[in-house]
């Protein structure tokens, strides 16, 4: 009986607390304030203070962060630029703002050309129906993209520093505020988070710029607006997604000799100037640039035209020489993101070398498939998970987005040419590597099947030698990696 009433108490007692104490709303507000790596230090033994389960903390300082934002007086948080006092003439702005970034950083050719024309976009914005993130990559730390961030954000409206910041603070600050979203560090500020870059990825395109999310004590659903420009600086390759919608900044560490202007963040009234200058021209020429559909330069997938639309019809208003200079500048950007295995996800790269090493061949065995792409010396083959290299199973895996499957017969599975042909069509360069000259003798054939290091010696397989049935021409037309008695039975 002691038992029941002692629990009947405790719960009238808990249910008589229906604020949250004092202290605890104090500690809240002081939590929200903190880095994200010193607030996840803190956590539990602050949780464990206030007598409350740590994921209930972590929502309250997650909703109080969103409630400061919303509440916040947009005059304190996001400022307009005046605009300038008389008509600018755009070449020369765009001319000034590429000096401007070149004095503080040290960028690879065309870079600072696009730098300028996303940051008019920012304040063009409203003409655009596609918007490109702006990616700013590295290889390493200390090449520049924290100092080429803060030159942007003295450049572009309302410039907001997304730093430890929530999916939910997001998408209410750009709904409420229109800002343009700055991410530095985004390789962690992404890490494990598809909600966020989903929001990022959802702002390309001013169609479908819209979030859904349930409101209120009675949760109703509510669309939130994600339309805003985006700038992210991370070290790494962003997520294929990410990278599709981007203009790449690809930065380099400054050699000895390279000299630039040191950057000091008390000096940030230095680009007043070219800030109102731009508010300016965009203002003048906001209807006529949302006119403009402008000739696409040729080389471009239909991606790389999207995202560069608006930065080409910017520049054919500014005039001058930039209609020409912008389009070199996508030509030459668009193709370097493209050059090398990182601008290709794991499936493409697969087709690509598959393609390679299947050249001139009809057929491949899929365990003499994998030996074949392990030694290529500069793809991931070789040590694909853990250092171990890909096996059948996971080249398989890869394949099967693409309606890909080997053919099983006796013996084994192969892949086949023509199995494969439909993807390399579609997703690979239309040009295909030279066909190899298969010529052997019959029962030894010591030929390259890649221009690797692909080499099949072993007399008891055909991948190894030419069936004296199969020569004609002087050209392999075996199964690659099936032996006599298995080519038999393929016969």
Not at 37 to 63: C, H, I, S, T
Not at 169 to 187: A, I, N, S, W
Not at 221 to 236: E, H, L
Not at 345 to 356: P, Q, T
Request: hydrophobic share 40%; aromatic share 6%; net charge negative.
């Amino acid at each position: 009986m002691k038992i029941k009433e002692a629990f009947e108490n405790a719960k009238e007692d808990e249910l008589s607390e229906t604020d949250t104490p004092p202290d605890a709303k104090a500690v809240i507000a002081e939590l929200a304030k903190l880095p994200i790596w010193e607030y996840g230090q803190q956590r539990k033994a602050e949780a464990k203070k206030l007598d409350m389960p740590v994921n209930f903390l972590d929502e309250a300082v997650k909703e109080f962060r969103a409630k400061n934002i919303a509440t916040a007086e947009p005059d304190t948080c996001f400022a307009d630029p005046e605009p300038w006092h008389k008509p600018v003439d755009g070449a020369v702005l765009l001319d000034e703002m590429v000096s401007t970034f070149k004095r503080f950083v040290v960028l690879p050719d065309h870079s600072a050309e696009a730098l300028a024309l996303w940051c008019i976009h920012a304040h063009a914005h409203d003409a655009a129906d596609i918007s490109p993130i702006l990616a700013v990559l590295s290889p390493e730390k200390q090449c520049g993209k924290t100092t080429l961030i803060k030159v942007v954000s003295g450049l572009v409206p309302r410039p907001m520093h997304a730093v430890n910041m929530s999916t939910s603070v997001m998408f209410r600050v750009v709904e409420k505020y229109k800002p343009t979203v700055l991410v530095d560090e985004g390789d962690s500020f992404l890490k494990d988070n598809d909600d966020l870059r989903g929001i990022i990825n959802g702002g390309h395109d001013r169609h479908s710029a819209y979030v859904w999310r349930c409101v209120g004590d009675d949760h109703e659903p509510r669309q939130f607006r994600v339309w805003a420009p985006k700038a992210i600086a991370m070290i790494g390759r962003p997520p294929d997604t990410l990278e599709d919608r981007a203009i790449v900044v690809s930065l380099r560490r400054r050699r000895e000799g390279e000299t630039v202007e040191r950057f000091r963040a008390d000096q940030m009234d230095q680009f007043k100037p070219l800030h109102s200058m731009a508010a300016r021209w965009a203002n003048d020429n906001l209807d006529s640039i949302a006119k403009l559909d402008p000739t696409m330069p040729e080389g471009l997938d239909d991606r790389a035209q999207d995202n560069w639309r608006i930065l080409i019809a910017i520049a054919d208003q500014a005039g001058g020489h930039w209609p020409e200079t912008a389009r070199a500048a996508a030509v030459a950007l668009s193709s370097e993101a493209a050059k090398g295995d990182d601008g290709m996800s794991a499936g493409v790269l697969l087709l690509r070398d598959i393609r390679e090493v299947m050249s001139g061949w009809k057929s491949m065995k899929s365990s003499s498939l994998a030996a074949a792409l392990h030694d290529i010396e500069d793809a991931p083959w070789r040590e694909w998970r853990r250092g171990s290299p890909i096996t059948t199973v996971a080249i398989a895996r890869l394949l099967k987005p693409f309606k890909i499957r080997p053919y099983r017969m006796k013996g084994g599975s192969v892949y086949r040419a023509t199995d494969l042909q439909d993807a390399w069509d579609r997703y690979l360069d239309v040009s295909s590597p030279e066909p190899l000259e298969n010529k052997c003798e019959p029962a030894t054939c010591d030929q390259t099947a890649t221009k690797k290091t692909l080499k099949f010696k072993a007399k008891s397989q055909v991948a190894g030698g030419c069936s004296s049935k199969k020569v004609a021409g002087g050209k392999c037309d075996d199964i690659v990696g099936l032996t006599s008695e298995e080519l038999k039975h393929e016969l």
